[in-house]
């Protein structure tokens, strides 16, 4: 009988498989708003325009980095009995929140619109060297928004 103090090439093969599944996240995994709830990732955050037929809320958006790539979120934000702002809904804009996107946000603004707030921002592509301009246009309604990318060069 042959004994071998080294293992064969399938059961390192199946060894190496068990510890890279162990960790595996599938592609094109959505990443909501409470993946970025802590200071670390969040670098920054805008309160501009307001929304409701009588101005009772305001919007906040809310830009993360994690993944070498931009994640973004606007908030319906309104006022509890004490005061305190509140999310009351939050949108997730799809086309930057996966980590397929590999699209980095830079020099973002913030300003009030006749029907919510425009958001603008330079994006990088981690697909190709173009530089583009992004503009999110959100609201009036809750979780509603419009995304536009144009290329710059």
Not at 1 to 19: N, V
Not at 70 to 79: A, C, N
Request: charged fraction near 20%; hydrophobic fraction near 40%; proline fraction near 3%.
């Amino acid at each position: 009988m042959k004994t071998t103090l080294f293992p064969t090439r399938g059961a390192l093969l199946a060894a190496w498989l068990a510890l890279c599944g162990a960790n595996a996240q599938a592609l094109g995994a959505d990443y909501s708003y409470e993946t970025f709830k802590t200071p670390d990732t969040v670098n920054w955050v805008q309160l501009c325009g307001t929304w409701g037929k009588d101005h009772q809320g305001t919007y906040r958006v809310v830009h993360a980095e994690q993944f070498a790539q931009s994640f973004l979120y606007v908030q319906w934000m309104g006022r509890d009995a004490n005061g305190s702002l509140q999310a009351e809904h939050t949108v997730a804009i799809a086309e930057l929140d996966n980590d397929h996107a590999e699209i980095a946000l830079s020099d973002l603004t913030c300003r009030a619109s006749p029907r919510g707030v425009v958001v603008t921002a330079k994006a990088s592509s981690g697909h190709d060297d173009k530089l583009r301009r992004v503009t999110i246009e959100v609201g009036p309604a809750a979780g509603q928004y419009r995304y536009r990318a144009q290329r710059t060069r």
